[in-house]
């Protein structure tokens, strides 16, 4: 199985989803994951050992050069490349109209929070699959449950991990 995280940003909402995808990897080894992080975030993305392909989007540049046609050329090759990935899923941990749209280029079912639970309640509309996670919870526990209910696993929420590997020589 393919599955696609989208997960644009900021650095902490990334930095946060990553005990979900190393409970994931975990309880799902029969699944590879690609993400896509907007272009600044693409280095911490890349720290983590469960990621194959990084997809980069620039949705704050986009916004301020809308018409202009090299906007819409990247835009053009962002959703060619994820259609080509042919994920099976995409799960939209961001909860954000932009995520959605983001996530709806790749043609595959898209999961997500439920109406009640995403942060932009329009972003719903654009899920096939949608589950109830408390809002009231952390970040991160908030999407280590939505990945256990899109991918179909219990996450051990006593145990926190984040599966990062820092380059070698980047720690003293």
């Known amino acids: 199985m393919k599955v696609l995280i989208v997960k644009t940003s900021s ?3 990334v930095i946060h989803t990553f005990p979900a995808v ?3 990897a975990r309880n799902r080894p029969d699944i590879s994951f690609d993400w896509c992080v907007e272009e600044p975030f693409a280095g911490i993305v890349a720290l983590h050992p469960a990621i194959g392909v990084i997809h980069k989007v620039a949705v ?12 819409w050329r990247e835009i053009a090759g962002l959703r060619g490349a994820l259609r080509a990935s042919r994920y099976d899923l ?3 941990a961001q909860g954000l109209l932009k995520s959605a749209l983001v996530a709806v280029q790749t ?5 997500g929070f439920d109406r009640a639970s995403a942060r932009e309640p329009s972003a719903t509309l654009f899920y096939q699959r949608k589950y109830a996670v408390p809002r009231d919870l952390h970040a991160i526990e908030r999407t ?5 209910l899109t991918l179909g696993y219990q996450p051990d929420l006593s145990a ?6 820092p380059p070698v020589g980047a720690l003293p």
């Open 11 to 13: 650095m902490g909402d």
């Open 22 to 24: 190393e409970d994931a």
């Open 60 to 71: 704050r540049r986009w916004r301020k050069r809308l018409f202009d046609g090299g906007t």
């Open 90 to 92: 995409v799960i939209d």
């Open 107 to 111: 043609g595959a079912p898209i999961a």
């Open 144 to 148: 280590r449950r939505l990945f256990g």
């Open 160 to 165: 926190l991990e984040s599966g990062i590997v």
